[in-house]
């Protein structure tokens, strides 16, 4: 069965600063990743997707992630944080057959400092 | 454009009433999923659809049903409902075919069982 750990439940950053979120996944096969962000008392908006090819991928709000099958992980990262990236992050991993729903972490939550 | 539309977006229920979820998706997908997200835990699965006329049971499918009656419309009932089932509720749709489609989701429906 595919799960994802996202070991940070909560991050604090410095506006200016530099983010990381980290994402391991367990999966049978070649994965497909996603991070998603969610504000508060929104729905889930796709950043960045990755299924093959260059395993660093570009995403909007200038967040990137890259892919590393030897660590299974899928980390997000953004080089400036701004103020409006306080939110909480998801990442999942999903399949392109059968029922293809996505298997979500418990996210990580981050707050942003002035 | 609409993209995925929940109803209603909140709901205070008492123990043992019942009630339905519309989700609706002007996207023409296929697939349609319906998610609860509750602290700590991510989203999880509660039920799929694959095509109108089709459900199937994702990971925490009991004391819920579904309909998909019209391809553009998904939805989840609560027979009875249950203080455990006091959650948000979120619905997302995507396509059947192509590589790495990611899911839609709407905006949410935040539901409280007293």
């Known amino acids: 069965a595919q799960s994802v750990t996202q070991p940070d439940i909560h991050i604090t950053v410095s506006e200016g600063a530099s983010l990381e979120l980290r994402c391991n996944y367990s999966y049978g096969a070649t994965p497909y990743l996603f991070w998603y962000v969610q504000s508060p008392g929104q729905g889930l908006q796709l950043l960045l997707k990755y299924f093959s090819g260059d395993t660093l991928v570009q995403g909007i709000k200038g967040f990137e992630a890259e892919f590393k099958r030897s660590q299974s992980s899928f980390n997000l990262r953004k080089p400036s944080v701004h103020w409006s990236d306080a939110a909480e992050y998801f990442c999942a991993v999903g399949r392109d057959t059968g029922r293809r729903a996505l298997t979500f972490g418990s996210g990580t939550r981050l707050q942003v400092q002035p | ?52 006329g089709t459900t199937a049971k994702g990971e925490v499918p009991d004391g819920y049903n579904v309909s998909r009656l019209k391809k553009q419309n998904f939805l989840l009932g609560l027979e009875s409902a249950a203080p455990s089932q006091t959650s948000v509720y979120f619905c997302a749709s995507s396509y059947s075919t192509g590589v790495g489609q990611p899911q839609h989701f709407g905006d949410g429906t935040r539901l409280s069982i007293l």
Not at chain 2, 24 to 30: G, I, L, P, S
Not at chain 2, 33 to 48: F, K, S, T, V
Request: glycine share 10%; charged share 15%; with cysteine.
């Open chain 2, 1 to 52: 454009n609409a993209g995925v539309t929940q109803t209603p977006k909140f709901r205070v229920l008492k123990t043992g009433q019942s009630m339905t979820l519309l989700c609706a998706q002007d996207m023409n997908h296929e697939y349609m999923y319906w998610y609860r997200q509750d602290p700590g835990m991510g989203l999880r699965l509660i039920h799929y659809s694959v095509g109108e």
